[in-house]
């Protein structure tokens, strides 16, 4: 059984730019979240999809988007970068989602710097 | 205060130590609870998962929940290099999103 894919797993863009970060999910598994993760922070969450719905957010600024296709597939935007998004995004999914059992299975992630 | 709380370390330790990890919790409303490992340039993966107060053993690990005290735990017996890593604990319930500790970073001397 497929892990769970990341895309791009690196890339590097500059203050202002906007990026779009992709993740398809182990197949079957309806919940995708998504988790910011930096030295100073840990691992922050940003948002959970549940069958193309988002079920819960964290707190983060409204830059910070995200969206969950029909196949379950899910992508993550972030508008206006500035330095402090430089971290690494990782994606996580689950069959029945967070509040369920809380068991998640995380992509490598996709490292962001922001110049 | 963060809801979950773990001393980031680093932690070394020598080959064939026990190793004991820990972190503390304030959200009452936890149900579960649950022990990642990440290697570095990995995304982090499930190691052990525990319901209840109580001890949980898988192998060399064992994870511990006292909920009277809001503690968990993680031993490691036995340790191998193959287990440096970052460690990081995490608490749950039906209310929402995992909450992750920061993670302890331990490294396994041979």
């Known amino acids: 059984k497929a892990g769970v894919t990341q895309t791009p797993r690196y890339l590097i863009k500059t203050r202002g730019q906007q990026v779009t970060l992709s993740c398809s999910p182990i197949?079957?598994?309806?919940?995708v979240s998504w988790y910011q993760q930096t030295p100073g922070q840990g691992l922050q969450f940003l948002f959970e999809?549940?069958?193309?719905?988002?079920?819960n957010k964290g707190n983060f600024p409204g830059r910070f988007s995200g969206r969950q296709f029909s196949n379950s597939r899910s992508e993550m935007n972030v508008s206006t970068l500035e330095l402090g998004d430089s971290a690494l995004y990782l994606c996580a999914s689950s069959p029945n989602g967070q509040g369920n059992t809380g068991e998640l299975f995380f992509g490598e992630g996709s490292r962001l710097t922001v110049l | 205060q963060k809801e979950v709380e773990q001393d980031p370390g680093p932690l070394s330790v020598p080959e064939g130590a026990i190793v004991s990890l820990n972190c503390t919790y304030s959200n009452s409303a936890f149900q579960y609870f649950m022990w990642y490992r990440q290697y570095s340039r990995k995304g982090p993966e499930l190691l052990m998962y525990?319901?209840?107060?109580g001890n949980k053993e898988d192998g060399r690990f064992t994870a511990q929940v006292d909920k009277s005290s809001k503690y968990i735990s993680l031993f490691i017996r036995d340790s191998q290099p193959s287990d440096s890593a970052t460690y990081l604990c995490a608490g749950g319930g039906s209310q929402g999103n995992l909450i992750f500790g920061k993670g302890t970073k331990l490294s396994v001397k041979p």
């Open positions: 197949s079957g598994h309806r919940s």
């Open positions: 525990t319901y209840s107060s």
């Open positions: 999809y549940f069958s193309e719905t988002q079920r």
